[in-house]
């Protein structure tokens, strides 16, 4: 069974520039999550999907970052534009909803590494 | 909102030794679940155990168990038989029913284990 796919797994860019990270969740999971993950630190929840839906992307920071999720597949999280701080992990899970979420297992990507500059 | 402490930075054991990594966690739901993950240097975040709060019995999976102490607040990842293959850093996570809008996991900010020949 194929894991969590992300691309592209390194990115440079110049502050200010626009960037997007893609990602593609286990078959048939219907939840997704993205995460940040700064040097040294644990992972932050950024959003979640219930299939095509946003149920929470209260810490997503609105004014510079997007994501969609068509069809309830595959997703985009976009930043424009790019500050310094942006520099990060930026880590794609999904996980197949039981109905009691507290037991889902979320399984991951292998992230996205940000470097601006 | 809930919290989960991860009080080694970093452990250094010998091949073959059983090392015990410390996870204590605060949250006010009454149904959560615990996680512990391992995070190679490629950056990919493995998904090793998990542990409801209403299980009666600690975790299993392999050479991996989850000592539970639910009156302490804590769930430490106990490996037995260590392997060089085991370094990397690991992140103790949680679930719950609330956190405050958020609906992911909250991360410690993990332990590096490194395992010596």
């Known amino acids: 069974e194929a894991g969590v796919v992300q691309s592209p797994r390194y990115k440079i860019i110049e502050k200010k520039q626009p960037v997007a990270f893609w990602c593609n969740p286990i078959s048939g999971h219907n939840t997704l999550y993205w995460y940040r993950q700064n040097l040294g630190q644990g992972p932050e929840l950024l959003i979640r999907?219930?299939?095509?839906?946003?149920?929470?992307d209260s810490q997503l920071p609105k004014d510079r970052f997007s994501a969609e999720r068509l069809k309830g597949v595959d997703s985009t999280l976009k930043i424009q534009p790019a500050e310094l701080g942006d520099s990060a992990v930026y880590l794609c899970?999904?996980?197949?909803?039981?109905?009691?979420?507290?037991?889902?297992?979320?399984?991951f990507g292998p992230g996205t590494r940000l470097t601006v500059l | 909102a809930q919290k989960i402490t991860q009080t080694q930075p970093g452990m250094f054991v010998q091949e073959k030794e059983a090392v015990t990594l410390d996870c204590t966690y605060d949250?006010?739901?009454?149904?959560?679940?615990l996680f512990w993950y391992k995070q190679p240097s490629s950056g990919e975040m493995i998904f090793l155990i998990y542990?409801?709060?209403?299980?009666?019995q600690n975790a299993t999976e392999g050479r991996y168990s989850l000592n539970f102490q639910k009156a302490r607040k804590s769930a430490n990842l106990v490996i037995s038989a260590s392997q060089l293959g085991d370094s990397a850093m690991y992140f103790c996570a949680m679930s719950g029913t609330s956190g405050g809008g958020a609906d992911g996991l909250t991360f410690g900010k993990g332990t590096h284990l490194i395992i010596q020949p």
């Open positions: 999907y219930e299939n095509e839906e946003a149920v929470d």
């Open positions: 899970a999904s996980s197949l909803d039981s109905g009691a979420r507290v037991t889902d297992t979320q399984y």
């Open positions: 542990q409801g709060s209403y299980d009666q």
């Open positions: 949250t006010s739901d009454p149904s959560y679940g």
